[in-house]
């Protein structure tokens, strides 16, 4: 599914469009012109037809480059492992959230409880994998003739990655779970979770121009994405936080 000149949404599970498997977060192609990347890999259970979307859409997988995880959890990572295997792309995420992917530390990256509650089917487990790029704020990753800047929003993850990306058609910032359209935000009750830390980093998405949003599940926005943005930031200016999209 096309989205922009250079954005392409290969993947999306029962929280959005349901392209793939109902596990699956928001996965979004960036074609850079000779160099693709991926943002966000899914669970892990629909990654054969993420990669059929990518070639009905006419691309080849093998010029997947990268594959820029917006943090740890499991229906954003899960799928790495194969994607990797069939591309041949490095993984990239937060230094703070690396390691726990290196040796599939579920517990740190809050599959336990997910688990549990019966958010993942009880079998379900993910893969240790290699992450070639353990990612500081700020730090910028080529993908072809595209711009792209990792930054640090820990508060939904303790290593949480918004990806502001200069597009061909404007401005792009892929929100992981930091903010997701009319300003919600996604907090959660695990390890690495934190409004204070949402409190602390959230201002960095300010005065950022975006035009389009591309958050890892429900709605995205294709124009006034800042929008959005500065309706989380201004909320955390006040008493109450913004409202809370994960239930």
Not at 132 to 156: F, N, S, T, W, Y
Request: aromatic share 8%; with cysteine.
């Amino acid at each position: 599914m096309q989205l922009t000149d250079d954005v392409h949404l290969v993947g999306s599970g029962r929280n959005g469009v349901w392209l793939t498997d109902e596990f699956d977060c928001h996965v979004y192609l960036l074609d850079g012109g000779g160099e693709l990347a991926l943002v966000d890999a899914g669970a892990g259970m629909g990654g054969g037809r993420i990669l059929a979307n990518i070639v009905e859409a006419g691309f080849d997988p093998k010029r997947i480059s990268h594959i820029l995880l917006t943090h740890c959890h499991a229906d954003h990572c899960g799928g790495a492992p194969l994607l990797k295997q069939k591309t041949g792309a490095s993984a990239a995420i937060s230094e703070r959230e690396a390691d726990f992917l290196r040796r599939a530390d579920e517990e740190s990256i809050g599959l336990t409880i997910a688990r549990r509650q019966g958010y993942y089917p009880t079998s379900y487990r993910i893969e240790a994998f290699e992450i070639e790029m353990p990612l500081k704020d700020a730090q910028a990753i080529p993908v072809g003739g595209l711009r792209v800047a990792a930054i640090h929003v820990p508060g939904h993850s303790l290593g949480s990655i918004c990806y502001l990306v200069e597009g061909r058609g404007g401005t792009y910032l892929f929100s992981g779970d930091v903010v997701f359209h009319k300003g919600e935000i996604g907090l959660l009750n695990c390890p690495g979770s934190s409004l204070e830390d949402y409190r602390k980093n959230i201002g960095k998405l300010a005065g950022l121009n975006v035009d389009a949003l591309f958050p890892g599940h429900f709605t995205f926005c294709l124009s006034n994405g800042q929008w959005h943005i500065n309706k989380a930031v201004e909320s955390f200016k006040g008493l109450a936080p913004p409202k809370n999209a994960i239930t």
